[in-house]
């Protein structure tokens, strides 16, 4: 099998087509995510701080040179860094609540009994009788 044939296998297995959906919805929700604690989250919780902007709180290690601009300001920016910790719990919680849920499901379906045989068609009685009768021979 040459490399293109089992590379179009690969690709268009339902696995892999669903994982390339999830990675997409995945960074479509991390931008919500973002916004939602960029613009509705840290502005109420800044302002309750008093007119704090956290993506703008830094520590200036080394301030910019104003006479030339070579020189650029070196700054640990920890306002930034709280806002990402605040999406990575909120990401963190949402996945918690998805595992949680689909575990419910699991647990609900393997708990739930096996369904009783089907009945068997007509033609497998037909079979199971001329069998029985054989054996009687």
Do not use: C, H
């Amino acid at each position: 099998m040459g490399v293109l044939a089992e590379f179009r296998e690969f690709a268009v297995r339902g696995n892999v087509i669903d994982l390339a959906v999830g990675v997409i919805i995945g960074a479509s929700f991390g931008k919500i995510v973002t916004s939602l604690v960029d613009q509705v989250i840290m502005p109420p919780i800044g302002l309750l701080l008093g007119n704090v902007d956290f993506s703008r709180l830094q520590w200036v290690l080394k301030p910019e040179d104003t006479t030339t601009a070579a020189v650029e300001k070196v700054a640990i920016q920890y306002g930034a860094f709280i806002n990402t910790l605040i999406q990575f719990v909120i990401v963190a919680f949402v996945v918690f609540l998805l595992v949680k849920g689909i575990n419910q499901m699991r647990r609900k379906q393997a708990a739930a009994p096996d369904p009783a045989p089907a009945a068997p068609t007509p033609t497998e009685a037909l079979l199971a009788e001329i069998r029985d009768e054989l054996k009687r021979r």
